[in-house]
């Protein structure tokens, strides 16, 4: 609700901009923000803005300009500014420009990324309050700054989310952003996107909450070029406030690409389905719900989990609460667990009880609470549960990764050994590839 409300404003400012930043009165942009001023509508008449300007320098910064002037000194002004993001109450936020008191000014105000950055694409409505030595006040009229990312010539597409289960269902816009591969590498991509959501409402029940832009750039160095701290090992980042993507996917690297846009999507979705300041998602089941969204385990995920399986080495639910471990290995088998985990909630149990589950935990109950209301068992009831299931099909199946027990049976076997060998040889061929783990940031 609060989201909405902020949108409406936002709505609002955009109706209202581009109009003479020279104009008169005040916008209703929360009752704070009118609260705390002087009311702008009894003065203004002395001062004139000269000119109002923004420059961007994606990702660093964005300089605020303004030239004013009037029949005494300027002696106060402030940028006022919205940011378009889901927020959990709406915010004004000022910024005090430099300049130096006097009739005519040059006022100017830094937006340093370093203190509070943007994805690109994030807009802001900003409107400038100007106060001379008389008490004359002018509050100018919002405009609005798009922060792209303008190193690169973007083209787009854009396509649409499947529909809402509102009573007036619906469709959330999508659109992708792009400037290297043909229009067919983008079309494929916004499709695997529009699948991605419709999978996420057949299998989990969540839809977007707002209009979601995915860039893609040509490369991770690329993406990481529109960031302002970068891990270098960031592949794709989902700033799910801002309904924004941000993923580097070579055109050669299509299939690595449709896997990790999906991961991430979901992150974006689910994390806008669950907003909330109460409740955070354990990340077992966060991580989880996207690597089960993304389609089948990966075989380098699979051969870490039956192996974990067979030698008693799983990490404890409750461990996989927190933050992964750095360590390769131990990172594969929490997205490998994860993905595990959600799969058994999922067909044991079905999508309602884990819309529920997101629900409960959106309100601010505790994972254990939240997992005895929904299901019947707490954590530790779930890791038992869980892992109760494993142990039976895996014999059976002999998937990719073999129980030593049963290489010995297969050894004497030789023809059935040099079948199973296949899949064991591709397994190794995935080791000591980090790269191939999700490699993502989110904000
Ligand atoms: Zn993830």
Same mark, same amino acid.
């Given at each position: 609700?609060?989201?909405?409300?902020?949108?409406?404003? *936002?709505?609002l400012?955009l109706?209202?901009?581009p109009?003479s930043?020279?104009?008169?009165?005040?916008?209703?942009?929360?009752?704070?923000?009118?609260?705390?001023?002087?009311?702008?509508?009894?003065?203004?008449?002395?001062?004139?803005?000269?000119?109002?300007?923004?420059?961007?320098?994606?990702?660093?910064?964005?300089?605020?300009?303004?030239?004013?002037?009037?029949?005494?000194?300027?002696?106060?002004?402030?940028?006022?500014?919205?940011?378009? @993001?889901?927020?959990?109450?709406?915010?004004?936020?000022?910024?005090w420009?430099?300049f130096?008191?006097?009739?005519?000014?040059?006022?100017?105000?830094?937006?340093? @990324?370093?203190?509070?950055?943007?994805?690109?694409?994030?807009?802001?409505?900003?409107?400038?309050?100007?106060?001379?030595?008389?008490?004359?006040?002018?509050?100018?009229?919002?405009?609005?700054?798009?922060?792209?990312?303008?190193?690169?010539?973007?083209?787009?597409?854009?396509?649409?989310?499947?529909?809402?289960?509102?009573?007036q269902?619906?469709?959330?816009?999508?659109t992708?952003?792009? !400037?290297?591969g043909?229009?067919?590498?983008?079309?494929?991509?916004l499709?695997?996107?529009?699948?991605?959501?419709?999978?996420?409402?057949?299998?989990?029940?969540?839809?977007?909450?707002?209009?979601?832009e995915?860039?893609?750039?040509?490369?991770?160095?690329?993406l990481?070029?529109?960031?302002?701290?970068? /891990?270098?090992?960031?592949?794709?980042?989902?700033?799910? /406030?801002?309904?924004?993507?941000?993923?580097?996917?070579?055109p050669?690297?299509?299939?690595?690409?449709?896997?990790?846009?999906?991961?991430?999507?979901?992150?974006?979705?689910?994390?806008?389905?669950?907003?909330?300041?109460?409740?955070?998602?354990?990340l077992?089941?966060?991580?989880?719900?996207?690597?089960?969204?993304?389609?089948?385990?990966?075989? /380098?995920?699979?051969?870490?989990?039956?192996?974990?399986?067979?030698?008693?080495?799983?990490?404890?639910?409750?461990?996989?609460?927190?933050?992964?471990?750095?360590?390769?290995?131990?990172?594969?088998l929490?997205?490998?667990?994860? !993905?595990?985990?959600?799969?058994?909630?999922?067909?044991?149990?079905?999508?309602?009880? @884990?819309?529920?589950l997101l629900?409960?935990?959106?309100?601010?109950?505790?994972?254990?609470?939240?997992? *005895?209301?929904?299901?019947?068992f707490? @954590?530790?009831?779930?890791?038992?549960?869980?892992?109760?299931?494993?142990?039976?099909?895996?014999?059976?199946?002999?998937?990719?990764?073999?129980?030593?027990?049963?290489?010995?049976?297969?050894?004497?076997?030789?023809?059935?050994?040099?079948?199973?060998?296949?899949?064991? *040889?591709?397994?190794?061929?995935?080791?000591?590839?980090?790269?191939e783990?999700?490699?993502?940031?989110?904000?």
């Amino acid at each position: 609700m609060i989201v909405r409300i902020a949108v409406a404003i *936002l709505a609002l400012l955009l109706l209202l901009a581009p109009s003479s930043v020279a104009g008169q009165g005040s916008v209703a942009v929360g009752d704070t923000w009118l609260h705390d001023s002087p009311s702008a509508g009894q003065a203004g008449s002395e001062i004139t803005v000269i000119e109002s300007d923004v420059e961007t320098d994606f990702p660093l910064r964005a300089v605020f300009s303004l030239k004013a002037e009037s029949s005494s000194d300027i002696v106060d002004v402030r940028l006022l500014y919205v940011v378009d @993001m889901m927020q959990y109450v709406e915010a004004v936020s000022e910024g005090w420009a430099d300049f130096t008191p006097a009739p005519i000014v040059d006022a100017e105000w830094e937006w340093d @990324m370093k203190k509070a950055s943007l994805p690109p694409g994030a807009r802001v409505a900003y409107w400038w309050t100007i106060e001379d030595a008389d008490g004359n006040i002018l509050e100018t009229s919002p405009d609005v700054m798009s922060f792209d990312d303008d190193r690169y010539a973007w083209q787009s597409l854009t396509g649409s989310g499947p529909a809402s289960g509102d009573e007036q269902p619906r469709h959330e816009e999508l659109t992708l952003f792009w !400037y290297e591969g043909s229009s067919s590498f983008a079309q494929e991509l916004l499709d695997v996107c529009e699948e991605g959501l419709v999978r996420l409402t057949e299998e989990i029940g969540t839809y977007p909450e707002r209009s979601i832009e995915i860039y893609i750039y040509a490369s991770a160095d690329d993406l990481r070029g529109a960031m302002i701290f970068p /891990q270098e090992w960031t592949g794709g980042v989902a700033y799910t /406030q801002f309904s924004t993507i941000a993923i580097g996917i070579p055109p050669t690297r299509v299939e690595w690409g449709r896997r990790a846009l999906v991961h991430e999507l979901t992150h974006l979705v689910v994390h806008q389905a669950t907003f909330s300041p109460y409740g955070k998602l354990p990340l077992w089941l966060d991580e989880g719900l996207a690597m089960y969204n993304e389609g089948d385990l990966e075989p /380098q995920f699979r051969s870490r989990l039956d192996k974990a399986i067979s030698e008693g080495a799983l990490i404890s639910v409750r461990s996989l609460c927190s933050p992964f471990s750095a360590e390769t290995e131990q990172a594969y088998l929490s997205y490998a667990q994860s !993905y595990s985990l959600v799969e058994y909630l999922l067909n044991a149990y079905g999508q309602d009880r @884990m819309l529920e589950l997101l629900n409960v935990i959106k309100q601010g109950s505790t994972y254990d609470e939240a997992l *005895l209301q929904v299901y019947g068992f707490d @954590m530790d009831g779930l890791d038992a549960e869980w892992q109760a299931t494993l142990t039976a099909p895996m014999a059976e199946e002999g998937r990719t990764w073999l129980h030593p027990v049963l290489i010995a049976v297969l050894a004497a076997l030789a023809l059935l050994l040099v079948i199973r060998g296949v899949p064991v *040889l591709r397994k190794r061929a995935f080791r000591g590839l980090p790269s191939e783990l999700p490699g993502e940031y989110r904000q």
